[in-house]
């Protein structure tokens, strides 16, 4: 493994350029003894480094620094390109090299991390050619004004402003073998607020959720509310307000941007749930049994249920009692498509295959089996935005659009006794994905 350095910046003027050339040795060592750590040393100088795609972003420091400090940099780096590329590959930073010097040049400022809003800078570092001014450079007025996230005299033709309610469910579902029960042993909620402003001029905006919703213990009962953990608020909320009256009040940046984050802590039933059966012989024997546990009068759409199967397996055969099932040997999986899943119903899936090694104590790397969807005009968390008012002294008339979306977190897994092998392996994880759209 070779690598080239695409981008260097030496903010401070106290360290080797040359110096960043025994990263990738370094790092390459490491893994090779397995010990990656996320900060390497060469003598004085010290790496912290995050790999991103095909790229490392590495930033190199010779004192004492704030590790922290760095890493919430880096991955700020990281989101102020994808705003300006789209796609943060080698391929954008060498097609774009002139703009990311002007952006890295912006960002920090003599080893001091400077403006990172991807809004403001857009503002003054484009990506098209553009003429300089004579005279003194100014700085543009965001930068200095007191809304330096907004910038004024913003006009549009129709007035809207969009808002999404997006969580991620992590949930952790532990099945045995010998029984048909499970548990959840763990179950997360990972949400934000975000918004796509199209509105004229500076409008204010109030934002009210529903009274489940609780951001701290405040003595009420909790059996029926919400309470939002870890809430992290966009610079443009008016926090003041917030601690006196837990009114979310706020002068938004112009198009997409993270109003709040927020997590929540809760037990979380499996929404589709499954059980499998595995029989073990020369030609394996699979049944897959899928049942929606949520109300009849809700409808789960675009099911995908995957099943993994040893890489060594072959001649598939199928049998569902409804959608359509077909083997992905480049991912070793069944995939069990069914486009609509009504609630309060139980489905069946059947897989006869070939499996010559199925006695092989070579073990394989054992994966769960997953379950996406999507169901609409439905919540999980129970986080409903009460209003959200548009206030601009024009008095223009404006509409607000809500949309909630819950999806799939990241992938979950717990030992099993993996019934091909009777060696340990993951069991299965439930990803959801569920959308509401309303008008507020």
């Given amino acids: 493994l070779s690598a080239q350095v695409l981008i260097c910046r030496n903010y401070m003027g106290n360290m080797d350029m040359n110096e960043i050339d025994h990263f990738m040795p370094i790092l ?19 790496f912290m480094w995050i790999k991103h795609s095909n790229l490392y972003l590495v930033a190199i420091t010779k004192k004492n620094a704030n590790a922290a400090l760095v890493y919430s940099f880096l991955y700020k780096i990281i989101q102020v390109f994808k705003e300006y590329f789209k796609e943060l590959e080698e391929e954008s930073i060498r097609d774009n090299f002139v703009t990311v010097y002007e952006l890295m040049d912006e960002v920090m400022d003599f080893g001091f991390p400077q403006t990172t809003d991807s809004k403001i800078l857009q503002e003054y570092i484009t990506q098209q050619g553009h003429k300089l001014e004579v005279g ?36 952790l579902v532990r099945t045995m073998l010998v029984s048909a029960s499970g548990s959840v042993l763990r179950s997360e909620i990972v949400g934000s607020i975000k918004l796509k402003v199209v509105l004229s ?38 926090l003041s307000r917030f601690e006196n009256d837990r009114t ?3 002068i938004p940046p112009d198009g997409e941007s993270e109003l709040m984050s927020y997590r929540l802590n809760t037990t979380v039933k499996p929404l589709i749930w499954i059980e499998s059966v595995i029989e073990k012989f020369s030609h394996s024997r699979v049944e897959i049994k899928a049942r929606s546990q949520f109300k009849s009068r809700s409808t789960a759409n675009n099911v995908s249920i995957l099943v993994p199967v040893p890489s060594d397996a072959d001649s598939p055969k199928f049998k569902t009692s ?25 489905y069946i899936m059947r897989a006869h295959f070939g499996l010559p090694s199925v006695e092989s104590d070579e073990l394989e790397a054992k994966r769960p089996i997953t379950v996406n969807f999507e169901i609409p005009y439905f919540t999980v968390s129970g986080i409903q935005v009460r209003y959200l008012k548009i206030i601009e002294k024009s008095g223009y008339q404006a509409l607000p659009w809500v949309r909630y979306i819950t999806q799939s977190g990241g992938e979950n897994r717990h030992m099993e006794i993996d019934p091909y092998t009777n060696r340990p392996s993951q069991t299965h994880t439930i990803n959801g994905r569920l959308f509401l759209n309303t008008r507020s």
């Fill in 248 to 250: 979310i009040s706020f």
């Fill in 28 to 46: 390459m060592k490491r893994e090779e003894d397995a010990e990656m750590t996320p900060v390497v040393s060469h003598g004085s100088a010290h």
């Fill in 136 to 171: 003194a450079p100014r700085p543009p007025a965001t930068v200095t004004n007191a809304v330096s996230w907004r910038s004024e005299g913003i006009k549009y033709r129709k007035n809207e402003v969009f808002m999404d309610v997006i969580e991620s469910v992590n949930l």
């Fill in 201 to 238: 001029g500076m409008p204010e905006l109030r934002l009210g959720l529903n009274d489940k919703v609780l951001f701290e213990i405040t003595g009420r009962e909790k059996s029926k509310t919400v309470e939002l953990e870890d809430v992290k608020f966009h610079q443009c909320v008016r």
């Fill in 322 to 346: 409804t959608g359509s099932a077909k083997w992905m040997p480049e991912k070793n999986v069944v995939q069990w498509n069914i486009k609509s899943f009504p609630g309060g119903k139980e």
